[in-house]
């Protein structure tokens, strides 16, 4: 999710979008190292939701402020699609901070004054977890398409079981945008012993047919791409370069919104004020679209890009109410619930739709739409009033008013 | 907390599920879930206010009751409170049903337009009346919809509601006496009721 910061890097328009650190809204945790370990092994494997067995799981984590002594104020972030553990502070060069630097700091809304705060990298992802671009140790070649599919749960498993090995039996909070914040819902859902908090910011409990269709297009670009070669494309030495750049383009599109777009780039050409007439890049948007592209090939697996947005796909954890039903009506998780009013990803209609459903099973949330003109990437910004609300609700008190489990009804 | 708020408190059995709409910074709500055995959702859509609940950790969402409760299920509350609110409402007949939808029991409280303090302003001055209860001049308030108690209990007839319990309020918004209760219309300055919907009328 590094999109946000390329906003600024490929054009000079963004007064109010800044990712760096904001002195006034907080400081940098400085210099942070990703850090990797080995978890599952072949006596006992990650088991998948498909029955499948991964083992052994390699993940890419990162942890910042200090874990206190009863161990209670751990906060664990999931990222979106294309994310990675390096959420905040920098690997040596301050200009270079992580795709969440303006919202984990000394003083931000994920204060690490106060917060021991951890990011990892996805299951399927391609920077330093295990996926489907690591060597299959049964065969010694990349996995390829052999990586079985997974789903959101499975991604959630991984994750407990660094909460796990880091020694921590109960989370503060669980914090996701977008894919994070389906992490979030599955987690609290699933495990209602494991969260005090949940933040779902403009996520959804279920793709739409037209969520589902701009991933399938996404996913066609890279599978007919002639180097794509059935997934095996690292043992031959190719790149589906074309199918992804592609890909990303498009999604990249969903991020932002109309007025955004308009606003930005408008219909001004890349170079002067007269249209050249041909097929070549010539509208700022094409150069900007071109640039992401690009940027994001440097960084990013074709196979994982296919197997992360297939999770989200087969994402509906509310679909089965007779069976989500009892999990919901025991949980004494607290939830925020966040949308942008630009979003048309993952519109407002998706967080009414989980606050809905959360609120008919008696779930103590809380939900606000933000107005911000940034669309979907809006997450990734410094949106004020939406850090604002993050941070209230992080700094609750911990006496502050419970759901009541027993009561005198 | 305000003292007409004690007594919308007083009226919420202990231990419900409560809904409180247009809840403010939650004052009612917390009084509720700390020390009554409640469960307290809120509704408010002013920015301030809503931080306020948040930073109390008092469930709440934005949102804008004119528009109905579609984030709520039918039945899904025991006790819908509405304080202070309905006369600032767009729609007070669809607020008023869509309570009653999402719960078995409603508490609706506001300022009395029918006192005779207000009618004389308007009599003798000629002029929209302000008091110690209706601060806001004309253009400054949100009061769009103000009422009398009559005005309000033909309402609830006309919805098929039923009112079991009235508690008519003082100046200071504590429980009036003397002539508020024999004439409330002419001399309570606010009111708070307890609604329930007519057994075996059908709701939508």
Known sequence: MRHARSVCESVSMCPTVTNGPHPEQGGSVGLVSTQYVELFDRANPLVLESGATLAPVEVAYETYGQLNADRSNTVFICHALTGDAHAAGHHGDPARPGWWDNFIGPGKPVDTDRFFVVCANLLGGCMGTTGPSSVDPATGEPYGLRFPLFTVGDLVSVHRALVRHLGIARLRAAIGGSLGGMQVLHWAMEYPDDLALAVIVCATSRLSAQNIAFSAVAREAIMRDPNFHGGDYQRIGARPDAGLAVARMMAH??????????????????????????????????????????????????????????AMDYFDPFGDLLHAGPHLERLETFFLVVSFDSDWRFDTSHSREIVH???????????????????????????????????????????????????ER | MRLDL???????????????????????????????????????????????????GIPVVAEDIDEGLPDFADGSFDVVVLSQTLQATHRPALVLREMMRVADIGIVSFV?????????????????????????????????????????????????????????????????????????????????????????????
């Not at chain 1, 850090?387 to 609700?393: D, I, N, Q, Y």
């Not at chain 1, 700094?395 to 009541?404: A, K, L």
């Not at chain 2, 709409?21 to 004052?27: K, Q």
């Open chain 1, 253 to 310: 599109i969903t991020y932002l919104s109309e007025e955004g777009m308009r606003n930005k780039f408008g219909r001004r050409l890349q170079n002067g004020t007269t249209p050249r007439f041909g097929f070549d890049v010539d509208f700022q948007v094409e150069s900007y679209l071109h640039h992401q592209g690009e940027v994001f090939l440097r960084r990013f697996d074709a196979n994982s890009y296919l197997y992360l947005t297939r």
């Open chain 1, 357 to 407: 459903v959360l609120a008919a099973h008696r779930v103590p949330v809380s939900f606000r739409e933000i107005a911000s003109p940034h669309g979907h990437d809006s997450f990734l910004l410094v949106v004020p009033d939406y850090h604002r609300t993050v941070a209230s609700f992080l700094h609750r008190p911990d006496d502050g008013p419970g759901r009541q489990t027993g009561g």
């Open chain 2, 112 to 204: 009395n337009y029918g006192h005779l303090g207000l009618r004389l302003q308007l009599l003798l001055r000629g002029r929209m009346p302000v008091s110690a209860l209706v601060a806001e001049r004309w253009f400054e308030t949100a009061n769009i919809h103000p009422c009398s108690i009559l005005d309000f209990e033909s309402l609830v007839r006309a919805e098929g509601l039923i009112a079991s319990e009235r508690v008519v309020l003082g100046s200071d918004g504590g429980p009036a006496g003397g002539w508020a209760v024999r004439l409330p219309n002419a001399f309570g300055a606010a009111v708070a009721y307890l609604l329930h919907r007519t057994p075996g009328r059908v709701h939508r």
């Open chain 2, 6 to 56: 004690a007594i919308v408190a007083d009226m919420v059995p202990r231990g419900s599920r409560v809904l409180d709409l247009g809840c403010g910074d939650g004052a009612l709500l917390e009084e509720l879930i700390r020390n009554r055995g409640c469960e307290g959702q809120g509704v408010e859509l002013s920015t301030e206010a809503f931080h306020a609940c948040v930073a109390k």
